[in-house]
């Protein structure tokens, strides 16, 4: 088991489960840039892995534990402004309880813990659109 396979699963897992997503992909910086004027299709979700913390096994034990923690970002744009990008039908409110709907207490058919949410937090709104980060942890034993 590897992180990777767990990013590439919640990836798969909010295509499936939140067919309203324009945009689901691997965080690279995209929201690094103006997301006001971003050529993006919103509504949008964005994974990323933010690291691990491993535990040592016994010894002539198994191998050590890992902890991964993940951010999912949540994109949502309304001309009408930035309200609307927040509370109307498919908006971040709507993201933001259907992300934790379709990951949370979710292995999927990996050998790890379900995922857990850890927090939600505004990261930016701006006149027309509201992005919002959702924190996830889960772990898993090396061989």
Do not use: W
């Not at 191998?63 to 927040?86: I, M």
């Not at 995922?115 to 505004?122: D, I």
């Not at 709104?125 to 061989?143: D, K, N, Q, V």
């Amino acid at each position: 088991m590897d992180f990777e396979s767990i990013e590439d699963s919640i990836i798969t897992e909010l295509k499936t489960q939140i067919t309203y997503l324009k945009t689901v992909e691997t965080y690279a910086g995209q929201l690094e840039q103006d997301i006001e004027s971003m050529p993006v299709r919103f509504p949008a979700a964005y994974v990323a892995y933010d690291g691990s913390n491993f535990f040592p096994g016994d010894v002539g034990g198994p191998g050590p534990r890992e902890t991964c923690t993940f951010s999912v970002f949540v994109c949502a744009k309304n001309l009408k402004g930035q309200e609307e990008a927040r509370k109307e039908t498919g908006g971040a409110y709507d993201m933001v309880k259907d992300v934790l709907a379709a990951l949370v207490n979710k292995n999927f058919g990996l050998d790890i813990e379900p995922v857990r949410p850890m927090r939600v937090s505004l990261l930016f709104a701006g006149r027309e659109t509201a992005t919002y980060s959702l924190a996830f942890i889960t772990g898993f034993e090396h061989a």
